[in-house]
């Protein structure tokens, strides 16, 4: 992957003189010199099923799939130039990011969208370490899903000690024989049911070959799901994967349930992997996720020299992030309650302002509401409106028969209960995977004004309706 930190051509089409949309009041404020980052969405090909095949025509950030990596410490202050070569309208997404409402790239809704052509510069401070990643909110179903990604690396200012950071890109890709992109997106199977699953799983922009290692080796693996639907279930057989943060969240390290990390659309896990399985043989990498179609990713190879003889034992925890602590005995409660979808109890919700029975929302291609609302677009009056700096305890409820990762803007929340029982390690995540009818309570301080997206990160459940607003003042 390219590091951004290497400068980048610009694209000549764009013009020389071309100026950035600056945002005037804050620049000055900030003392931090900032990390300068170029990001140009284009149509290009590449690379990535292998030689085998003919090159994809993809929508790529400077012409790389995932697209440059942004790499900076925790407290920089990032000053990002977009480039719009696409034949359509965009914004970047910092997905997970705590940052100001004008900077989140939403459509409408936080900024208005970059037009073709057109640059934006966005700029903001990094309060928060960890691993995060970026995308468009603009049609993201095919904008995203036609290579528009990549991760963006916040480094602790005292990481654990690791032999290798490496970075995980994944996504999957519905391609046809030719390894061209299947047509269409937003076909009314995938909006209704579990979204564009597809046929091929990249890591990197690329089919994984294998993972090498030496033995006594300590990798610190950031793993992301860039994946319009497809939820991952990674499993290192052989080996015992330590989660050390969650949505780039320090996390009490601990072993996956089941030894397998379960990633949804938009999460992110941290992993800690000591390589200290049988030297001989070689050690599958699976995605067990969806049990009757697991495979293999490729296999972890040792190397024929040991790194070292034991494995390290220096600490794998990670300072916390500055998150305000929730105070629950002055929480105010919110409900919001998920339905629709293929199979469902949903009969009705409401739609620009009138209700309408399921058969005509099929008919408008949304099917999927939050507390009786299927959205139209990203604005819309808030499903409630939080109190600046006040703790909340949000209940959401899936009244469906599908998963659903739910992802807040501009705040991070931690998981308290799932169907009442206390969740683990009570993480702090920008999206939570719930389950067929499973209800989750979390908890937040509404600390980031703003008017924030609310959605399922299944990119056609967020297209057809799973969508809202939750405002905090100032
Ligand atoms: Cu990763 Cu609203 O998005
Ligand atoms: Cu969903």
């Given at each position: 992957?390219?590091n ?8 000549t ?29 284009a149509?290009?090909t ?10 994809t ?12 990596m ?14 719009n ?6 914004t ?6 705590r940052?100001?409402?004008?900077m ?6 936080t900024q ?5 052509g ?10 928060d370490?960890?691993?995060y ?14 290579g528009?990604?990549g ?19 994944l996504?999957?890709w ?6 061209t ?13 579990g ?10 922009g690329?089919?994984l070959d294998?993972l ?6 300590r990798?610190?693996?950031?793993i992301?799901?860039t ?14 994967p ?8 320090p996390v ?9 990390i ?9 992993v800690i ?8 043989k ?9 049990t009757?179609s697991?495979?293999e ?31 629950l ?5 919110h409900?919001?309650?998920i ?9 009705e ?33 808030p499903?409630?409106t ?5 703790t ?15 992802h ?12 009442g ?8 995540v ?13 908890a ?12 399922c ?18």
């Open positions: 992957m390219t951004l930190k290497h400068p980048i051509t610009r694209r089409f764009l013009g020389a003189g071309a100026s950035f949309a600056a945002l005037a009041p804050t620049v000055d404020a900030w003392a931090s010199k900032p990390k300068t980052f170029q990001l140009t969405p149509p290009t590449f690379d990535l099923v292998g030689s085998k095949y003919p090159k025509p993809v929508w790529a950030y400077s012409g790389t799939v995932p697209g440059p942004i790499r900076a410490v925790q407290g920089d202050r990032v000053q990002i130039a977009v480039s070569g696409l034949a359509e309208n965009t970047v997404h910092w997905h997970g990011l940052i100001p409402n004008g989140d790239g939403v459509p409408h809704l208005r969208p970059i037009d073709k057109e640059n934006f510069l966005y700029d903001f401070e990094l309060p370490a960890g691993t990643w970026y995308h468009p909110h603009v049609r993201a179903t095919e904008q995203q899903g036609r528009l990604y991760a963006f690396i916040i480094e602790e200012k005292s990481p654990p000690k690791v032999d290798r950071d490496i970075t995980w890109v996504d999957d519905r391609l046809t024989k030719e390894a992109i299947a047509e269409p997106f937003n076909h009314m199977m995938d909006l209704t049911h979204g564009r699953i597809g046929n091929s799983v990249t890591v990197n690329k089919l294998t090498p290692v030496h033995f006594g080796e990798i610190r693996l950031r992301i799901n994946a319009n639907a497809r939820i991952f279930g990674l499993m290192f057989d052989g080996h015992d330590q989660i050390i943060a969650l949505d780039g969240h009490q390290p601990h072993a996956p349930k089941d030894n397998m379960t990633l949804g659309p938009g999460q992110r896990a941290d992997i000591d390589f200290t399985a049988d030297r001989a070689q050690h599958p990498i699976r995605d067990a996720y969806y009757r697991a495979y990713l490729g296999p972890v190879v040792y190397a024929k020299e040991a790194l070292r003889k034991k494995p390290l034992d220096t600490p794998i925890t990670i300072a916390p992030n500055p998150l305000a602590t929730p105070n005995k002055t929480a105010s409660r409900e919001i309650v339905s629709g979808g293929a199979m469902g109890r949903m009969r919700a409401t739609f620009k302002g009138q209700v309408m029975g399921i058969r005509d929302l099929v008919g408008v291609g949304k099917i999927w509401a939050l507390n009786g609302i299927a959205a139209h677009g990203p604005v819309m009056d499903i409630f939080l109190k600046k700096n006040q909340y305890i949000i209940s959401m409820q899936n009244d469906t028969q599908w998963v659903h990762p739910m807040l803007h501009g705040h991070a929340f931690q998981i308290h209960t799932r169907n029982k206390p969740e683990p390690y009570t993480p702090w920008d999206t939570v995977l719930l389950g067929p009818n499973e209800v989750a309570e979390v937040l301080v509404a600390d980031n004004p703003g008017d924030w997206l609310y959605h990160h299944i990119l056609e459940h967020h297209a057809a309706g799973m969508s809202g607003v939750v405002r905090v003042t100032n």
